[in-house]
C-alpha cells in the first residue's frame, strides 16, 4: 500500500504551520498581562523548594508535602477573595475577621444543636451581609475602602466575640463528623478536600475573571473607574461583587478553622488579612488595580506557605519568619509601584540619553 504522496507546496505550509503553533501559543502565553511576574515568582518558588530540601530532605517527604498544601489551601482562598478587591483598586482589611465570624458563628450553631449544614448555610448568609456592607460602603456611599474595611473589620469581630456570650465554643459534637471530615480530615483520590475545595473554588473564580464580562469589568474598574462609568459599567456593582467573593472566601476558611479545631475560637483568622494580602501581592496582583492574574496567587500563597513550612524546618524563630515575610511583602508592592510609575523606563531613557 503507498502512502499519499505530499506536494512540496503542502508540506512547506504543514511544516511552517507546525513551527508556528508552538511559539504562537507560547508568544500569547508570555504576552498575557501579568504572566511575566508570575514565572518570576514562580522561578523564586521553585529556588526556595530547593534550597528547604537541601537545609532539610523531610521537607520533600510525602507527609510534609501532603501537610503543607493542606496548610497553603486557606491562604490561597483568601488570597482569591482580596485578589478580587485588589484588582478592583481597593483593599479588604475585614478578610480575617470574616474568618473569625465564620468560625465562631458556624460553631456556635452546631453547639446548640443545628443540623452543621443548615449552620453553614446560615453561617454564609450572615457573612455575605458584611461583604456587601464592604462593597455598599466603598462603592456607594464613596467611603475610602481602609476606612470602611477597619470598620467592618471591627464590627466583624465583635460579632465573633458576641457569638457566644465571648467566650469560645465547646466541642461541635459528633453529630459535626461529617462537616469536620468535608472541609478538613477526609481525602478524595488521596488528596485531603481541603485541598480540593481551594482547587475547585480557585477555578470557578478564575473562570469568571478571565472568561467573563465581570471579570473584564472588574479589571476595567480598577484600571479606570472614571472611563469604566462612561462606558456603562455599573461600578457599584461590580465593586460589590468583589466584596462578596472576598467575604465568601473568607466564609469557607472560617468552615475549615471549625472543622479544623473541632471548636470555635474567638481570634480565629487574626493577622489574616497580611496572608490574603501578601498572598496577593507577592503574586503579581497590583495594589493599585486593574493587573493580576489568580494563576499568580496560587504561587503567591505557596511562596508564604513554603516560606513558614521551610523556616520552620530551619529551626528559625516565629519572629525571625515574619520579619522575612514582611520584607518580601514590602518589596513586592514597592516593585509593583515602580514598575506601574514607569520609574524603569524613565530611569532607561535617561541612560539613553546619556549615552548619545
Known amino acids: 500500500m503507498k502512502l499519499p504522496v505530499i506536494p512540496p507546496s503542502e508540506k512547506d505550509a504543514t511544516a511552517m504551520n507546525i513551527r508556528e503553533m508552538s511559539p504562537g501559543i507560547i508568544k500569547r502565553t508570555l504576552s498575557t498581562r501579568g504572566m511575566g511576574q508570575v514565572l518570576t515568582i514562580t522561578l523564586g518558588l521553585i529556588l526556595l523548594c530547593i534550597v528547604f530540601g537541601i537545609l532539610n530532605p523531610v521537607f520533600f517527604s510525602q507527609r510534609n508535602a501532603s501537610n503543607l498544601l493542606r496548610q497553603i489551601a486557606p491562604i ?36 446548640r444543636g443545628i443540623n452543621p449544614w443548615i449552620s453553614m448555610l446560615i453561617t454564609i448568609l450572615c457573612c455575605l451581609i458584611m461583604g456587601l456592607a464592604n462593597g455598599l460602603l466603598v462603592a456607594l456611599c464613596k467611603l475610602p475602602p481602609f476606612i470602611a474595611t477597619l470598620g467592618t473589620m471591627t464590627i466583624a469581630r465583635g460579632i465573633a466575640q458576641i457569638s457566644n456570650n465571648n467566650y469560645n465554643t465547646n466541642f461541635i459534637g459528633e453529630t459535626a463528623e461529617g462537616f469536620r471530615n468535608f472541609f478538613y480530615y477526609g481525602k478524595t483520590l488521596n488528596l485531603y478536600n481541603t485541598i480540593w475545595i481551594a482547587l475547585v473554588l480557585w477555578m470557578v473564580f ?47 476558611v472560617g ?33 493599585l488595580g486593574g493587573q493580576g ?57 535617561g541612560l539613553t540619553v546619556k549615552n548619545i
Open 293 to 349: 492574574l489568580l494563576l499568580g496567587t496560587v504561587i503567591g500563597a505557596s511562596i508564604w506557605g513554603v516560606l513558614q513550612n521551610g523556616l520552620q524546618f530551619a529551626g528559625a524563630p516565629v519572629a525571625i519568619r515574619n520579619i522575612i515575610i514582611g520584607i518580601i511583602v514590602i518589596v513586592s508592592v514597592l516593585l509593583d509601584i515602580i514598575v506601574r510609575s514607569g520609574s524603569l523606563r524613565k530611569l532607561k531613557e
Open 206 to 252: 478564575n473562570f469568571i475573571l478571565n472568561r467573563t464580562r465581570t471579570g473584564r469589568h472588574l479589571y476595567a474598574v480598577g484600571s479606570n473607574i472614571e472611563a469604566s462609568k462612561l462606558s456603562g459599567v455599573n461600578t457599584v456593582s461590580v465593586v460589590t461583587k468583589a466584596y462578596l467573593v472576598s467575604a465568601f472566601t473568607a466564609t469557607v
Open 76 to 111: 490561597l482562598l483568601i488570597g482569591i477573595g482580596q485578589s478580587y478587591v485588589l484588582i478592583t483598586g481597593n483593599i479588604d482589611l475585614s478578610i480575617g475577621s470574616v474568618v473569625g465570624m465564620s468560625t465562631m458563628i458556624s460553631a456556635t450553631l452546631m453547639t
Open 255 to 287: 468552615l475549615i478553622f471549625c472543622a479544623t479545631s473541632g471548636m470555635g475560637a474567638m481570634d480565629a483568622g487574626n493577622t489574616y488579612e497580611l496572608y490574603a494580602v501578601a498572598a496577593s501581592v507577592i503574586g503579581g496582583v497590583s495594589t
